[in-house]
């Protein structure tokens, strides 16, 4: 009705007014601290209390990082060919593990011989921590891309299989009975009810599998790797270049967050209808 | 008796009893409801209104006996049923006009006629600006008009409503109660309509039954014998909501 309208878009105005003052507050308390810890430890380092060569200050790991930009020293790869490397392996093992475990969580969610024929399978093979599927790998295929992207699968596909499970197995009953009363066959409400219900859900799993994707991807590249972020940490670490670990560990930093803002991005956009009365 | 007596048999309730567990529900209940008729059920909270209406929709199945729709056994895929929940159930992922063509998808209409009748809807039931808008944008009553259109779109044969306007304000109230009316005279569905309201259901109802405490047994079952459109404040209107109530006051 037009009331109802014109009182939720009057209402919405003034909820963004004033989201847009918050955030800005919010916003300069948040480079306030960043810029506090980054002050303080270039006094720190400055003021002769750490060795700088152990514990370069701000300014230089920002010199470094400029001169990565173009510079092979001292891994043999620019800062751009090392981050297109790790993206490559972390992104190939995340997104297997979406298409893989998402519909396996759902179909094992929603058919219970699905889950009785899975489930067994799964619950043995969850308790074993990523890493130490590494040596397997190894043995399995060498250490090659498909090599690290399979251990960062193994990292992000046990949150997606259980959310997705978990997800809908919540879905709302009288969703269901509406389909019902219609006629509407099983897999035709699997996918109209089952799926859409399950999606706030999937999408949390889905964001826990790209924190550990990306987490993981150092040790994937400890496995032996000729360019990489992870790569490049290691042999900061071993021509004793603590500035280069930092810059790794920085630019792993803010792609992680870039990500992560690109995940809400496609999450504001498919669950759009989640409002809160 | 009016002439109610003569149509064929639309519902046929036999020997229906529900258990769940050692729970008894419905306790061998067995009564006919006629093609187009228009029945509303009344009882205590609790007895088992619900539950009779989710066995007739196979939602539950009976313990015993069972419900025949023109002589078959119930089942939702073959028989054009609509149920308005007494529970919110708008899906809320889909738009205003995406959830009242929802049924009509299920059952393949063309999808011309689905957009003639959701357009048809969106005006009775006064959402036509809210068309695109999720249900979680709108208010309770508003969801509850998506979910009452959704079921007027199916123009189903056999429309079920529990307590389907509950959430409304009287002034809704009243004008949801004479387009369902008018739907089922358009339509000639048959209609049974669970209320606690029974002024609403002597407005509404050709027959009322009226239902026992748990488990429920039919205690009666009330003809209205009145013509439409019903005056609330005529004194055989109150009559019979009196009567009715006593019915039910008294066990
Ligand atoms: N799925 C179920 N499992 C167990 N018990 C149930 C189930 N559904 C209903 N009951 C019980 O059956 C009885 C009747 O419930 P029902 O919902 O049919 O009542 P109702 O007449 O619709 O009540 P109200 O007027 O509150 O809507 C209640 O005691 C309820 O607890
Ligand atoms: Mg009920």
């Excluded at chain 1, 003052?21 to 308390?29: A, D, G, S, V």
């Excluded at chain 1, 400029?66 to 751009?80: A, E, F, Q, R």
């Excluded at chain 2, 009344?42 to 007895?47: F, K, N, S």
Aim: net charge positive.
């Amino acid at each position: 009705m037009t009331a109802d309208k014109q009182k939720l878009e009057a209402k919405w105005s003034a909820y963004k007014e004033t989201q847009k003052r918050e955030n800005r507050k919010y916003l300069l308390l948040s480079a306030a601290g960043i810029l506090t810890v980054l002050t303080l430890w270039q006094a720190v380092v400055m003021m002769g209390l750490v060795d700088s060569k152990l514990l370069p200050p701000p300014t230089v790991v920002l010199q470094t990082l400029m001169d990565k930009i173009y510079s092979t020293v001292p891994d043999g790869n620019t800062l751009g060919t090392n981050i297109i490397a790790s993206l490559k392996v972390a992104l190939s093992g995340f997104f297997v593990a979406i298409i893989i475990g998402v519909p396996l969580g759902l179909l094992m969610g929603w058919w219970t011989y699905a889950d009785r024929f899975i489930r067994p399978i799964f619950e043995l093979v969850r308790p074993v921590p990523p890493i130490a599927w590494i040596p397997l790998v190894v043995v399995w295929m060498g250490v090659g891309l498909k090599a690290k992207a399979l251990i960062i699968f193994f990292t992000a596909f046990v949150p997606c299989v259980i959310n997705s499970y978990t997800g809908i197995k919540l879905t709302s009953q009288v969703l269901i009975d509406v389909s019902r009363t219609f006629g509407a066959p099983n897999w035709l409400i699997f996918w109209k009810i089952g799926i859409p219900s399950s999606l706030p859900m999937v999408f949390a799993g889905i964001r826990v599998a790209l924190g550990n994707s990306w987490s993981t991807l150092v040790a994937a590249e400890m496995l032996a790797a000729s360019a990489g972020l992870g790569y490049m940490i290691q042999i900061g670490r071993t021509v004793a270049r603590p500035d280069i670990v930092i810059v790794g560990m920085v630019v792993i930093g803010a792609i992680g967050a870039i990500l992560s803002s690109i995940l809400s991005r496609c999450e504001k956009y498919f669950l759009r209808w989640k409002v809160n009365r | 008796m009016p002439d109610n007596e003569n149509r064929p048999v639309k519902v046929e309730v036999k020997n229906l009893t529900k258990r769940f567990g050692d729970l008894l529900v419905l306790d061998d209940m067995s009564f006919n409801i006629r093609k187009g008729e228009f029945v509303c059920v009344v009882g205590p909270t609790g007895c088992g209104k619900s539950t009779f209406l989710n066995c007739l929709t196979r939602i539950h199945m009976p313990s015993a006996g069972d419900i025949y729709i023109d002589g078959v056994p119930a089942n939702p895929r073959k028989h054009n049923i609509s149920f308005v929940f007494q529970e919110p159930s708008a899906l809320p992922w889909q738009t205003v006009e995406q959830n009242i063509s929802y049924g009509l998808k299920i059952k393949k209409v063309p999808q011309d006629e689905i957009n003639r009748r959701v357009n048809q809807i969106l005006d009775l039931m006064g959402l036509q600006e809210s068309r695109k808008a999720y249900p979680g944008e709108l208010s309770v009553s508003a969801e509850q008009r998506i979910i009452i259109g959704r079921s007027f779109a199916m123009q189903p044969d056999l429309l079920l409503m529990d307590e389907p306007y509950g959430q409304m304000d009287v002034k809704m109230r009243f004008y949801l109660e004479d387009e369902v009316i008018r739907l089922w005279k358009e339509l000639g569905s048959t209609v049974i309509f669970i209320t606690h309201n029974i002024e609403e259901a002597v407005y509404l109802a050709e027959k009322v039954l009226i239902l026992t405490n748990k488990p429920a047994k039919i205690k009666e079952e009330v003809y209205i014998d009145l013509p439409r459109p019903r005056d609330i404040t005529s004194p055989e209107f109150i009559h019979y909501r009196n009567y009715i109530t006593d019915k039910i006051k008294w066990w």
